[in-house]
């Protein structure tokens, strides 16, 4: 089986370390902490304004990805899965910022993440872009993933394991399969493909 995999906030633990460099900037730069859970954006889950949000990943965005670890067991998890299966990580991370692309790439040796392909948002958009046509093009049957909108849009297509966030909460698809850590989704891709 050809499975997509996320990497932030799927297998890596991005959001809690967007959160303690926010942390840091917030404190260094007079701003108060205002996280929300409830949100994915960065504007309204930290309570910045958008030259705010911009000037913070300008500054930190590669060293998130750099000092961002692996959840639990998904390392060994993903190596169990890459021995009957394809795997294709499928980032919005965007090639086009090379230290991005390369701490991407160091990070996923680093950890000795398995994998097949690695395919990165390529477009105008630095953060976000539509995963539809790399995992139909790639022939994807199952996809790893944690935001709400691209786990909506897949889910018309093939199985999702969404991993479970306060702010893909709402989602409601039969199939979308919810997970809370990686032993689950092993339970999850074992019931997809019987």
């Known amino acids: 089986m ?5 990497i932030d906030n799927t297998i890596s ?11 840091k900037y917030n404190r260094e730069n007079c701003l108060p902490n205002q996280f929300d859970l409830a949100h994915y954006a960065l504007e309204k889950s930290l309570g910045w304004d958008r030259p705010t ?3 913070f990943l300008r500054t930190h965005l ?8 692996p959840k639990p067991q998904a390392v060994e998890i993903i190596r169990e899965l890459h021995q009957e299966n394809r795997i294709i990580l499928i980032t919005s991370r965007n090639q086009r910022d090379e230290a991005v692309a390369t701490v991407t790439r160091e990070w996923l040796e680093l950890h000795q993440i ?3 392909k690695l395919i990165m948002n390529n477009t105008d958009n630095m953060h976000h872009y539509s995963k539809l046509a790399d995992c139909l ?3 994807v049957e199952l996809m790893i993933e944690d935001h709400h909108d691209l786990a909506w849009e897949l889910s018309s297509y093939f199985p999702v394991v969404l991993f479970d966030y306060p702010y893909n909460a ?5 199939n979308i399969i919810r997970v809370q ?3 689950e989704v092993r339970q999850a891709v074992n019931q997809i493909i019987g």
């Not at 633990?13 to 942390?23: C, D, L, M, S, Y």
């Not at 709402?170 to 039969?174: E, K, S």
């Open 114 to 116: 398995e994998y097949d």
């Open 53 to 55: 949000s911009q000037a």
């Open 181 to 183: 850590s990686w032993p």
């Open 170 to 174: 709402h989602l409601q698809h039969d």
């Open 13 to 23: 633990t991005t959001r809690e370390t967007i959160f303690a460099f926010a942390n």
């Open 2 to 6: 050809n499975i997509g995999i996320d």
């Open 62 to 69: 590669a060293d998130i990805y750099r000092q961002v670890l």
């Open 137 to 139: 093009d790639n022939g």
